[in-house]
Every structure is written in structure tokens, then in C-alpha cells.
Nanobody, 124 residues
Framework: QVQLVESGGGLVQAGGSLTLSCAASGRTFITYVMNWIRQAPGKEREFVAAVSRSGLTTDYADSVKGRFTISRDNAMNTVRLRMNSLKPEDTAVYYC?????????????????WGQGTQVTVSS
């Protein structure tokens, strides 16, 4: 069992930055590929970024590539998402989630655990 708690969301102006954190409980955290996903009102859940179990490999949606950076610290059971050059279209509830499968399936939208989410609002 893994419990995930996100933090760090807020209101920021376009062009600004935020860092989201996800604190995980449970000794099996290291066994999961970890994702950040987001959902805007009226839209489907969207893949944002993924980090492999080791933290050495990452994957990003085209819409955030070059602006967002995902990282993990397995000793501290945390996953972070550094978001730079934020745009109004980045406004959404952001969730961290533990992927059911291994690397290669990080865009499958199949998660075994996810948190309660943190709101990110980018004003124009």
C-alpha cells in the first residue's frame, strides 16, 4: 500500500514557476514508476511526466517538454515536478500517481495509487 500526498500548488502569473511535491508512504515506493498527471475542468486526465524507478529516465508530454522537470528521491520517498514558464493552459489539478506497469507503459493511464491532487492556476 502506498499513500501519496501532493503539495505546492497555487496561483501564479503566466511565465512564473512552481514546484509540486509528492510525499509517499510505504516501503514499496521504489518499485513504482511515478507519474504526474493533470486534469483541467471539462477535460480528460492528461499525462504530464514520468520518472523511472531509479530516477535516471524521464518522459514528458510534448506540451510541457523543456518547461517541466520531474525528479524523485527514493531515500526520502518523494517525487517533484518543477514547472517553469507556466502558461494559462497549464491550469489544472495535478496528481502524482504510481504506475501499475513498468517503464514503457508510462503513458498507459493505468495507475494503482494516486493522491488527492493540488490545484495549479496560472493567470494571464
Amino acid at each position: 500500500q502506498v499513500q501519496l500526498v501532493e503539495s505546492g500548488g497555487g496561483l501564479v502569473q503566466a511565465g512564473g514557476s512552481l514546484t509540486l511535491s509528492c510525499a509517499a508512504s510505504g516501503r514499496t515506493f521504489i518499485t513504482y514508476v511515478m507519474n504526474w498527471i493533470r486534469q483541467a475542468p471539462g477535460k480528460e486526465r492528461e499525462f504530464v511526466a514520468a520518472v523511472s524507478r531509479s530516477g535516471l529516465t524521464t518522459d514528458y508530454a510534448d506540451s510541457v517538454k523543456g518547461r517541466f522537470t520531474i525528479s524523485r528521491d527514493n531515500a526520502m520517498n518523494t517525487v517533484r515536478l518543477r514547472m517553469n514558464s507556466l502558461k494559462p493552459e497549464d491550469t489544472a489539478v495535478y496528481y502524482c500517481a504510481a504506475l501499475r506497469g513498468g517503464w514503457g507503459t508510462q503513458r498507459s493511464n493505468d495507475y494503482v495509487y494516486w493522491g488527492q491532487g493540488t490545484q495549479v492556476t496560472v493567470s494571464s
